[in-house]
């Protein structure tokens, strides 16, 4: 019964908005709060580092 009415964020970011940006043939996951993922080749491999930083941010 999650209540996430008017809430400017998603329900799965908790204040760690990442996004992912590409740099040449390179991409990485880059964060709201000045994280930074490693550079990928594959974007795929990019969000998971954006996903596993905001696992691991979230307690
Ligand atoms: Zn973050």
Redesign the pocket.
Known sequence: MAHTEGLGITPDTH????VIVEQGRFCFAR?????RGPARRARSQARTDGAT??GS?RG
Do not use: A, I, L, Y
């Open positions: 204040g760690h908005p990442t964060c709201g709060c000045g994280w930083h905001e941010t």
